[in-house]
């Protein structure tokens, strides 16, 4: 273990803020989701390859790496929002199970869709000019890129709060959240809001796609492992908690950047050893609440 | 009979699941009357309520409310033509404070009123709520959140406000509260349904009565000769 000084230490940690951060992305939307709509989605790592497909897509039509930000989350959230009308709705009342079984049947579909439009081979994706280079954050020099996600997902978060908190229409998704039913007895017009519900989520997941797409570049199955890790943070945090998904994603992060640095092939399972004690201590997750799934 | 009916129950039958729990429903509320379900657990009377509001996934029959017949449409749309609805449970939403609930109540009407208008309003009603407008509604007692949630329905002004065990669990001094509000409320234009487990409390506001016993109507009368009349009381609503 020679060599583990504390500013390194502190660099893996950062490290793991950055990635926790795409944890984040995609574990609010599949939370958002599940505390709403009781729709456990197996298509979130789907629409989150989708956002890096999308900007690959536009990218080659000229666009850049700014214009793929703004749109590109816009774009995927209203093919969520085209899937939750056409596909999910008709499920809904039926059981958990149902919406589960869908999506896992729609995630192989977009996946093999992407396969046969853009080849199964990883494609490269490059950092956009402005955000290459490495930054001096006090301890040692850090990837600008990485920060870049950082400062993003910060901007989503206070924003998405600023929503839910400040907005009628946050007020009816909180509500919503606790009592759909009491919501539909006030007249509110729940389809609407589960519409712009799951636009919101199949839009963070595709920007966290887009934003992981730099880092790891893209992949038609890049989906799948993000996808484990988001239902990780997701349980961990407390299915359906918003706060608690924000947590539990940096912690994930962090974890898997430090058992990385010690032992890179363990970083996998430390996740699952991760939710594994966090359920033993406390089955409903950090923020959740007993019984919600029963 | 009423003249002027301002809701028409025919023959309302409804499902949870394979239970037969409503078969076969007949009533009316006039314009600006008290009209009040009674009966043991298990009449139905909930059930009609949810049916009325179309919360009931399976129903058949006819609900006639101001001309248009509601079976089949969706629940706001109910709300939007004037029906409110208290259910039993009261639903106040946890996490939210008293202000935010009212708001909720509001969100359906659009702009039709100001908010800060509306919610005044119901704080001169409801002087207990206008206290508490930035508290946490949970922590407020049986009796306030029961207050709230008829402020909540109430606030968007419905033509009829449907109620559904107002009286439960709540402390003797409030239900009085609550029940001299019912007849302010009623005399200000707003028709009630009432399902009220206390007989004599029920008998002695409402206009007229309906019995339900295993999800029919076995009798309706007006309040007064029900109170009079010791014996179906006995037979239909003692527990």
Known sequence: MAGLTPDLLAMQVFAGLALGAVYVLMALGMSLLFGM????NFAHGAFYMLGAYGAVALLGYGGNFWVCLFFIPLAVGLVGMAVERVLIRPLYGRGIDYPLLLTFGLAYVIVELVRIGFGTEDLPFDTPAALTGAVNIGIGYFPLYRLFVIAVTGVVLVGLWLFLERTSYGLIIRAGARDPQIVRILGIDVGRVWLVVFGIGTGLAALAGLLAAPLQGASPDMGDSILAIAFVVTVVGGMGSLLGAVLAGLLVGVVVSLTSLVAPEAAQVAVFVL??????????????RAGLMS | MPRDAMLTVEGLQAWYGSSHVLQGIDLEVARGEIVCLIGRNGAGKTTTLRSVMGLVARVRGRVVFDGADLVGRPVHARHARGLGYVPEERRIVQGLSVRDNLRLGLLAAGGRRREADAIAAMAEIFPRLAERLDQSAITMSGGE?????????????????????????????????????LRRLREEGTTILLVEQNVELALGIADRAYILDQGTVVHHDTAAALLADAAIQERYCAV
């Not at chain 2, 709230?148 to 009286?167: H, N, V």
């Open chain 1, 275 to 288: 939710m594994a004690v966090v359920l033993l201590v406390r089955p409903q997750g950090f923020f959740g």
């Open chain 2, 145 to 181: 959140q029961q207050m709230l949630a008829i402020a909540r329905a109430l606030i968007s002004g419905p033509r009829l406000l449907m109620l559904d065990e107002p009286s439960e669990g709540i402390m003797p001094l409030l239900v009085d509260e609550m029940f001299d509000l």
């Open chain 1, 37 to 40: 709509l009781t729709v456990v």
